[in-house]
């Protein structure tokens, strides 16, 4: 009897506050390309692109040890938030290869703020805008992994399908406009910012959008809630998604 490795499979996930000034490396990596204009303010946008950036991730292990993980590239970005609670940023990786664990590392900290519940705007979608009750943005970079003869480890993933980009929603029930909007297919560009008190804007693009899932029961006392889901397209000018954010970092890929 024997045994040996069929391949190296690294990767993982990881759960983060949702900043104002701080995410710009994960959006970028998460989509693909970013823009900066102006001057303090900074406008950073991040679009879609098919070529992806890797990073190299170092996890703290306690006050230990650390490992550093190599050729990560983001499979999925999901935003999300509700009212009461935080916005989250959840990443999940697919990597390369990963170091022997050694000693721990010294972290530095940004100062950049966080984005909270109570800073959303209402969300605008087909002319009308809706009070939000929760939002859970997904992207799907639709990533796989290389295995090939000679090596244990995956080359660079690719694209392997139809990238997606879906903003799940929960709203109280006001109208059936969007109710409507699901039976007549009706396509709008969906948008919700986010702003602080120091004017930081924080700003979700949904593209040629349209509802591809609808449900408001009846089935408790109380304020009826309505369930949708968006998906955002591209219309051969502007890509499915598009985040937007404003703040005092030239850099749009500051940590």
């Excluded at 697919?94 to 966080?114: E, K, L, P």
């Excluded at 591809?212 to 369930?227: C, K, L, V």
């Amino acid at each position: 009897t024997g045994h040996f490795d069929n391949f190296l499979v690294v990767g993982g996930s990881v759960d983060l506050p949702l900043l104002y000034e701080g995410s710009g490396m994960i959006l970028k990596a998460a989509l693909g390309a970013a823009a900066t204009t102006g001057a303090g303010p900074y406008l950073h946008t991040y679009t879609a692109a098919t070529d992806l950036p890797s990073l190299s991730v170092i996890q703290q292990r306690g006050t230990g040890s650390s490992e550093k993980f190599l050729g990560c590239m983001i499979s999925t970005l999901t935003i999300s938030g509700a009212a009461g609670e935080e916005v989250m940023m959840s990443v999940e990786f697919i990597a390369q290869d990963a170091d022997a664990r050694t000693s721990a590392v010294s972290s530095s900290f940004g100062t950049g703020r966080q984005v909270f519940h109570y800073e959303a705007g209402s969300l605008s979608f087909g002319g009308n805008t809706y009070k939000v009750k929760s939002f859970e943005l997904t992207v799907d970079n639709k990533l796989e992994r290389r295995q090939v003869l000679g090596q244990k480890t995956t080359l660079e993933p690719v694209i392997s399908d139809v990238r997606e980009a879906m903003l799940n929603l929960t709203l109280e029930m006001e109208d059936n406009n969007l109710y409507t909007a699901q039976l007549n297919d009706t396509t709008s560009d969906a948008v919700i910012h986010f702003t602080n008190s120091d004017s930081d804007v924080f700003s979700i693009y949904l593209n040629a959008a349209y509802v591809t899932d609808y449900s408001d029961p009846i089935n408790t006392f109380g304020a009826i809630e309505r369930t949708l889901t968006l998906m955002g397209e591209s219309d051969g000018t502007d890509e499915a998604i598009k985040i937007e954010v404003s703040n005092q970092q030239s850099s749009a890929v500051a940590n």
